[in-house]
């Protein structure tokens, strides 16, 4: 019979790779506690609706790369696209908004029906921070001073570049779609198809389309620029300016509008240059709108998300991850003999205890010195500690250094956690 697989685009994170996704997970948490955010977990499936209200119906998330489904009521249900929407439906929902400010973050599965590659999947993880209450531009600069920081404690400064656009108020936005429209209708027969579909759909998206012979049509297009509000200019302005005193570098990027209806005023995207076409490791901007959209009272809003498989991915190619963070063991404890057996666990019990810090895999299974010695070599661990009967009898143990070429130390067993304590600078 053949065996059932994985669903396309969908992975399983490996054990080999689950100590990356946590060396990531736990530096952004760190990150972000060090600015007093709070975690909030929303559901993974919603009501249909909240992504259509507030992603926007004529997307191409809700047009063409939703998991919809009805469930056993006849209800229509979505596996979450993104998690902003999930995030103002709750923090809506328990109170969390009114009259009140909030910085919040998310983490957790994507679902998107994308067509798989590189850095572009079905299931995909996010990391995202939404922060309510606050009209910036201090906020926003905030969130960029913290990706920054962010991006310094992965080892990825210098590998990430920000761009920042204004997309204006949607007063503004709507007065230059028509201006946009107009100027387009002239070249449609050349446009491509998807730039034509979008022309009645979301024609602001067609700015940001790869084709050359669209670019080419777009280089006489109108400007934004002309086009943004007195209000947003001054809150794109003094944007630049927060970044520029805390050090962020950034470019303005005119062409950068994002997928998302819900997005006006300040929009960015953190860039790299080392993932192909799938580049953009952290994306986001303000939506002043979408709390009033969804029900609630105007709330001005402001968050980003990244993608964590992009985030991996870069680490990976650019070859970053701290060796500590892959090897399966810091200490790797083997035992030769009857007696050995349960003095080694006791030993191991009792550094665990000294020691939290450390990884200490005892060897489990039997097998010869031989065996015992190859496992320990491949766990990675930067110390074997042998325990035989002789080791018992003397109430000492075997310090044999793994990756250095050292010689191995006989030590008593009530010295050997400060021994340890040493060698690994605790
Ligand atoms: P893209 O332009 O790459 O399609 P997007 O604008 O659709 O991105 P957002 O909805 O803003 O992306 O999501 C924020 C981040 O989540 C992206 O910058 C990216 O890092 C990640 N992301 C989005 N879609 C996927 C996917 N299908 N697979 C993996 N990561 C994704
Ligand atoms: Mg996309």
New binding site residues.
């Given amino acids: 019979m053949a065996k059932i697989q994985a669903i396309r685009g969908m992975n399983d994170i490996l054990p080999d790779q689950s100590p990356v996704w946590q060396f990531v997970e736990d530096t952004v948490r760190k990150v972000l506690g060090q600015y007093g955010y709070q975690e909030i977990r929303m559901p993974i499936v919603e009501q249909t609706d909240l992504f259509k209200r507030s992603i926007g119906e004529v997307t191409d ?1 809700v047009e063409k790369e939703m998991y919809t489904f009805e469930d056993r009521n006849g209800d229509s249900l979505t596996l979450r696209p ?1 998690g902003t929407a999930g995030c103002v439906r709750a923090a809506e929902e328990h109170g969390l908004l009114f009259n009140q400010t909030r910085r919040l973050w998310y983490t957790g599965p994507m679902f ?1 029906h ?1 067509r798989p590659q590189k ?4 299931q ?1 993880h ?1 990391i995202g921070v939404e922060c309510f209450g606050m009209t910036g531009p201090d906020i926003d600069a905030e969130l960029l001073v913290l990706t920054a920081r962010l991006w310094k404690a992965l080892g990825l400064a210098g590998h990430t570049r920000l761009e920042i656009n204004s997309l204006g108020t949607s007063d503004a936005r709507k007065v230059y779609r028509e201006a946009l429209v107009a100027y387009l209708e002239q070249y449609k027969e050349d446009l491509d198809e998807d730039s034509k579909r979008r022309l009645g759909t979301n024609p602001l998206r067609i700015l940001d389309s790869k084709v050359p012979e669209t670019r080419k049509i777009l280089e006489g297009a109108p400007s934004f620029d002309d086009y943004l509000d007195d209000d947003s200019r001054e809150h794109f302005e003094q944007l630049k300016s927060l970044l520029d005193a805390a050090g962020v570098e950034y470019t303005v990027n005119p062409a950068l509008v ?3 209806d819900y997005y006006g005023k300040t929009v960015f ?1 953190w860039v790299t240059d080392s993932l192909g076409a ?1 580049g ?5 901007g303000r939506y002043d709108g979408l709390v009033e959209q969804l029900g609630g009272k105007p709330t001005p809003a402001v968050g980003f ?3 964590l ?2 985030l991996i991915l870069l680490l990976e190619t650019l070859d970053l991850i701290p060796a500590h963070v892959t090897s399966d063991a810091d200490v790797y404890v083997t035992a030769m003999g009857d007696s050995a057996i349960p003095a080694a666990m006791a030993l191991a019990e009792n550094l665990r205890d000294t020691l939290p810090g450390l990884t200490i895999v005892s060897h489990c299974g039997g097998g010869s010195f031989k065996s015992q010695m190859k496992k320990a070599d491949k766990s990675g661990a930067r110390y074997a500690l042998i325990l035989g009967e002789n080791e018992v009898a003397s109430g000492t143990a075997a310090l044999k250094p793994l990756r250095a070429d050292e010689p191995q130390q006989d030590i008593a067993q009530a010295e050997l956690a400060s021994a340890l304590a040493r060698a690994f600078n605790l």
């Fill in positions: 998330i993104e998107r994308e850095g572009r999947y079905r995909f996010q994002r997928g998302l995207e799938q953009t490791v952290c994306a986001g998300a990244m993608g498989e992009r």
